[in-house]
């Protein structure tokens, strides 16, 4: 058996290419905070200082928020619960793979309450190889350096109180033991937020370098006896013998999803016997290997810390999930199949954010490791049956689209020597024609759009056309891959006239794309201002524009560039007024946009965000020049709040980087950037064969963001694009700035940027006039049976039909009865229109989304048929409508629960009740448990306390002070009394 024996550090830093020896320090630039000023109703970025390595296994982050909460850290919180390892890509994916590390002293405290810390940023320094922070209440001073699968901590105790470490290895199931001979905590937590993962744990361990003079393991809020546990919560306390002040304890950890020896492989392998500053200097340097393959000159000190973070978020995603083993082989644990595997795996990534411009700067700025993430797309296809389109660090049931195609098409057309690029192919073409194990995997509603060109907007498949451009341009793809691959003619011509699908839902009276019924009629009424329905968080001007590879044809849709460049201005000219009705609230997707004051300009999200460019198209495109600098200038900061929304692993700040050399790819899958105006007047790319590729723009200011000519290594350049192809020939790039816009600029027609139509007219005139097959034997789904009785509707959506007519009515009883309870009770303001969608790719119990659905899992139902309320509990969850992060989940799960147990009508039957106290619980251990808890309070201080505290989680009124408000003590104090008694009055219907 071949073994390639090699460092993965090592090979990754060859991978970035060997630059000059004098690499400037570009780390200093970088600022992790940026983007952390953030929660759910707003989006300054929604990202957390990730302390790691580029494209990291796992990253290190200081925890101010709860175990499980997605915003781990947040900018406005002053205290510190832990240093927990994460691979969180988003906090609306939530995390996978943790535990978390906090120095304490005084005490051997563990609950996070406890053990938390006030810190102030002015004590906190923040750079991407290296975190610290001064813990006040604890007089600790904390340090991390990290590599790519392991890092050491330095803790500085002070004084010398009693000195602790608690390891937390959080909830969902986790194994912790001490070993005290060594000096050595070992465990693992098989926590993770998205998908049903076989056989998944991160395993850990942790190397002191002080011995243990206390130590204790823990369960839920107690010790337990030993030195190991394994339970639903876990941890461990430590301690150690501080005998001078500023003693400092060295730990050194690692971890694996493979095994604890792979993890304390791992540790020998990247950290071994090197001590904190040895890692610090060489990730230092590793970092500023990376980011000095674009260097910029003539940049204000805010446009370089802008810059190099947003750099710095570039290379942070997709993550590596593959290890070294003892044999020197590439493996991995394999989240498709749950077994262990060989070769390369990448995850932590959404394509439907990131193949617009992270993976073409990829592409071109690192083609060696953008291979070896094509190489684990091959293997998650090989291991699941489907390519992912978003990975979490599986399939994860979010989003739309099946861009995987683009992502894999692109880098291939791109010049990466993908290793059975056949087998990968094969991938597109089953993604591109069946539906996957969950609805964002493969193409959800494909039957539909392979027949009628389109997702039907009556079909019971939300987000319609977005998924219908979608799928139109990532048939694009496929259709170039095809040809490059020399695939059969009819094979091309199939996935060709495919392209051309977006022609389907355009509507030539309003100009824009609209949602088209099965019967061929428009959706109406019509709001183009109306988010979601039949788009993905956004709205028809945001999403007319997805037609990435035939821009010219929406050009001629819309009546002629001239009107197509009209329709551009009325994006930014139109008020940033919106309809959130389909939502039942602004979403912060939509508050970003309205406070940008950039008009229907949403660049906080990406559907839009390649807009811009789209005037090259039109022959204006020094509309393109001001437009980009504007957004460059008033939306990108290198501040906690820098960002105008989700960052999103690298996609928003890769239209920035791209934006600021000067040039963009509107269309993955063609060769072309289009040309926009460079932030600064020279930027170096060295490309990974050594070659350098320059942009001059030496009389670029802020004043001077027009082009007024332009050269290409020295000789006059015409076009409003670029070649990829010219690009990494090496070369130079010269612009010519001005104050006044060249607006008398006359744009020959092979000066445009790509259009298929335009570009390939032979192919495009062949497939053009179609048809697609049509319905044929499809029946079309049944309408939802709507009931209105009362003043409220239930529309009851049955995505399978294995639930008798029987059971279903008894749903409906159940709505009819205890909706209109709920209403009266907690919240006169609630929705009166409900969807019961029943959706056995579904494969939880059941879930209320954003837009007031419910959708259950019926294969829960067949299992447990008196389990019926569960209806109610997701009732009071669509009564609740809270919409603020300072509520926590276990006072919004408690609540329904709390609900549940009052006015449930079948828990008898359903064998549903509330557990007795137990001393390992916790008012946040369960929902059950918080619901008695509630349950007690209500007896014993206030028989409306829940009423009151529902309606202060609705109104933004909760805080910590609520318990004490209203009960006269805090909610620690409230459990100390109860666990002491704990009886309640209850009779269960």
Same mark, same amino acid.
């Given at each position: ?752 940027p790509y259009s298929f139509s335009k570009d390939e007219k032979a192919l495009y005139d062949k497939v053009k006039g179609i048809q697609p097959p049509g319905l044929s034997t499809i029946t079309l789904p049944a309408k939802p049976d709507t009931i209105a009785k009362n003043g409220l509707t ?43 969608? /029943?959706? *056995? #790719? !579904?494969?939880?119990?059941? @879930?209320?989304?954003? +837009?007031?659905?419910?959708?259950? $899992? ?78 007690? /309070?209500? *007896? #014993? !201080?206030?028989?409306?306390? @829940?009423?009151?505290? +529902?309606?202060?989680?609705?109104? $933004? ?14 909610v620690d104090e409230l459990w100390t009394e109860y666990t002491a008694s704990p009886k309640v009055e209850i009779t269960y219907n």
């Amino acid at each position: 058996m071949f073994k390639r024996k090699v460092t993965i550090m090592a090979l990754a830093i060859s991978c970035v290419a060997a630059v000059s020896a004098q690499v400037k320090d570009l780390v200093q630039y970088v600022n992790p905070l940026m983007g952390t000023l953030s929660k759910p109703d707003l989006s300054n970025g929604n990202t957390y200082p990730a302390i790691g390595t580029p494209w990291p296994m796992n990253m290190w982050t200081p925890q101010t928020g709860d175990n499980g909460n997605g915003w781990q850290y947040t900018y406005t919180a002053d205290k510190i619960r832990g240093f927990k390892q994460t691979h969180q890509p988003s906090p609306w994916m939530n995390d996978y793979g943790v535990f978390s590390i906090m120095p304490v002293s005084k005490k051997s405290v563990f609950k996070q309450e406890q053990r938390a810390s006030w810190f102030t940023h002015k004590t906190e320094t923040a750079q991407p190889h290296y975190y610290s922070v001064y813990l006040a209440d604890h007089h600790i001073t904390t340090e991390i350096t990290p590599t790519e699968r392991a890092a050491i901590f330095r803790i500085t105790y002070h004084s010398t109180d009693s000195a602790f470490v608690v390891v937390d290895a959080f909830r969902r199931g986790g194994y912790i033991k001490i070993i005290p001979e060594e000096n050595k905590i070992v465990g693992y937590s098989t926590y993770h937020a998205r998908g049903r993962l076989k056989n998944f744990a991160n395993y850990f361990v942790l190397q002191f370098n002080t011995p243990f003079t206390f130590k204790k393991v823990w369960s839920k809020d107690a010790y337990v006896d030993g030195l190991e546990v394994k339970a639903d919560t876990t941890g461990a306390v430590i301690g150690f013998n501080i005998t001078k002040a500023n003693q400092q304890v060295i730990v050194k950890t690692s971890s694996s999803f493979i095994s604890i020896e792979q993890a304390e492989l791992n540790l020998k392998n990247e950290v071994g016997s090197k001590n904190f500053e040895q890692v610090k200097t060489e990730t230092k340097k590793y970092w500023n290997t990376v980011l000095s393959k674009i260097q910029v000159e003539g940049a204000t000190e805010e446009q370089l810390k802008t810059f190099y973070s947003c750099y710095y978020r570039a290379v942070m995603f997709p993550n590596k999930l593959y290890e070294k083993n003892a044999d020197g082989e590439i493996v991995h644990y394999s989240p498709y199949n749950g077994k262990k595997e060989k070769g390369y795996l990448y995850g932590g990534t959404g394509f439907w954010d990131t193949f617009r411009a992270l993976y073409p700067f990829l592409n071109l700025a690192y083609p060696s490791i953008n291979k070896e993430m094509q190489e684990g797309l091959l293997n998650a296809y090989k291991e699941g049956g489907f390519l992912p389109e978003w990975s979490s660090p599986g399939f994860a049931d979010i989003m739309v689209g099946n861009n995987s195609a683009s992502v894999v098409a692109d880098a291939y057309l791109k010049s990466a020597k993908i290793n059975d690029i056949n087998k990968l192919y094969e991938g597109l073409l089953n993604g591109a024609n069946n539906e996957g194990p969950v609805h964002a995997v493969g193409r959800y509603g494909v039957k539909y759009y392979n027949a009628l060109g389109y997702v039907p907007y009556n079909v019971k498949i939300n987000e319609n056309v977005a998924r219908t451009l979608e799928y139109a341009y990532d048939d694009f793809t496929i259709f170039k891959l095809a040809q490059k691959l020399g695939r059969p003619a009819s094979e091309i011509e199939l996935y060709a006239q495919r392209s051309l699908n977006y022609r389907n839902l355009f509507d030539k009276e309003r100009k824009l794309m609209r949602g088209k019924n099965a019967q061929g009629d428009f959706q109406s009424p019509f709001n183009p201002l109306k988010w979601g329905d039949a788009f993905t968080e956004g709205n028809s001007w945001h999403y007319t524009w997805s037609v990435f590879h035939d821009i010219d044809n929406l050009a001629n849709l819309m009546g002629g560039r001239k009107q197509f460049a009209n329709m551009l201005d009325s994006v930014f000219s139109l008020p940033p007024i919106f309809d959130d009705s389909y939502y039942g609230g602004t979403i912060h997707e939509i508050r970003e946009m309205q406070i940008a004051n950039m008009g229907q300009y949403a660049h906080g999200n990406q559907p839009i965000q390649h807009m811009i460019y789209l005037y090259n198209y039109a022959g204006e495109s020094y509309k393109t020049q001001y437009w980009v600098r504007e957004a460059m200038n008033r939306l990108y900061k290198p501040t906690p709040d820098g960002y105008c929304g989700d960052e999103d692993n690298g996609q928003t700040s890769a239209w920035y980087l791209f934006s600021a050399m000067g040039f963009y790819p509107v269309c993955p899958g063609s060769d072309q950037y289009v040309i926009g105006a460079p932030l600064f007047k020279k930027v170096t790319l060295t490309l990974e064969d050594g070659k350098k590729f320059v942009i001059n723009a030496a009389a670029n200011s802020d004043a001077n963001r027009y082009v007024k000519s332009q050269t290409l290594n020295g000789a006059a350049y015409s076009k409003t694009w670029l070649s990829y192809f010219d690009v990494i020939k090496g070369g130079s790039f010269t612009l010519n700035m001005s104050s006044a816009p060249d607006k008398a600029r006359v744009t020959k027609e092979s000066d445009l940027p790509y259009s298929f139509s335009k570009d390939e007219k032979a192919l495009y005139d062949k497939v053009k006039g179609i048809q697609p097959p049509g319905l044929s034997t499809i029946t079309l789904p049944a309408k939802p049976d709507t009931i209105a009785k009362n003043g409220l509707t239930l529309y009851m959506i049955d995505e399978e039909s294995s639930l008798t007519k029987e059971f279903k009515q008894r749903m409906i009883d159940a709505f009819f009865l205890q909706y209109p309870k709920l209403i009266q009770k907690y919240n006169l303001n609630a929705k009166k229109a409900i969807n019961f969608v /029943i959706d *056995q #790719k !579904y494969d939880g119990v059941a @879930v209320t989304t954003a +837009d007031n659905r419910i959708v259950y $899992n019926p294969a829960w139902f067949h299992k447990n048929p008196e389990d019926i309320d569960v209806v109610t509990h997701e009732l009071m969850h669509v009564t609740q409508a809270y919409k603020f992060n300072n509520v926590p989940g276990w006072v919004t799960e408690g609540i329904a629960d709390f609900v549940r147990a009052t006015e449930g009508i079948n828990n008898v039957k359903g064998k549903w009740a509330m557990p007795e106290l137990q001393a390992t619980h916790s008012y946040k251990s369960a929902y059950r448990i918080t619901a008695r808890f509630l349950l007690w /309070i209500t *007896q #014993k !201080y206030q028989k409306d306390f @829940v009423v009151k505290l +529902d309606d202060a989680a609705r109104t $933004n009124k909760y805080s910590q002070e609520f318990w004490k408000t209203n009960t006269g003590k805090t909610v620690d104090e409230l459990w100390t009394e109860y666990t002491a008694s704990p009886k309640v009055e209850i009779t269960y219907n």
